[in-house]
C-alpha cells in the first residue's frame, strides 16, 4: 500500500494488484475526506478508470485546489464512517 496523495482535505491510499484476491485484482484505491470523516474503497473497473483520470489530471500539473476538486467528486461512495482508535 502506498499513500499517493495527502492534502488537508483528502488522502488517497493505492493497493497494489493482488492476483490471489478478487478484490485487488487490479489493485485498488482508498479515498478518505478528512473534513467529513468518511472513506471509501475503489477497486475493479472504477479504480482502473480512477487511475486513468488521476493519470489524466497529473499530466496537467494541477494545483492542491484542483486535485481536491476531482476527488470531490467521489464523495457521494464516501459512506464509510472514518473512526479512531
Not at 474503497?41 to 485546489?65: H, K, M, T, W
Request: aromatic share 10%; net charge negative; no cysteine.
Amino acid at each position: 500500500m502506498n499513500l499517493i496523495y495527502n492534502s488537508e482535505q483528502y488522502s488517497v491510499v493505492e493497493f497494489g494488484a493482488d492476483r490471489e484476491l478478487e478484490a485487488l485484482r487490479f489493485g485498488g484505491y482508498e479515498i478518505v475526506d478528512k473534513g467529513g470523516r468518511r472513506e471509501t474503497f475503489i477497486a475493479g473497473a472504477l479504480a482502473q478508470s480512477f487511475r486513468r483520470d488521476v493519470n489524466q489530471l497529473i499530466a496537467s500539473e494541477p494545483s492542491v485546489e484542483e486535485i481536491d476538486e476531482f476527488l470531490g467528486g467521489y464523495e457521494s461512495l464516501m459512506s464509510q464512517p472514518v473512526l479512531l482508535h
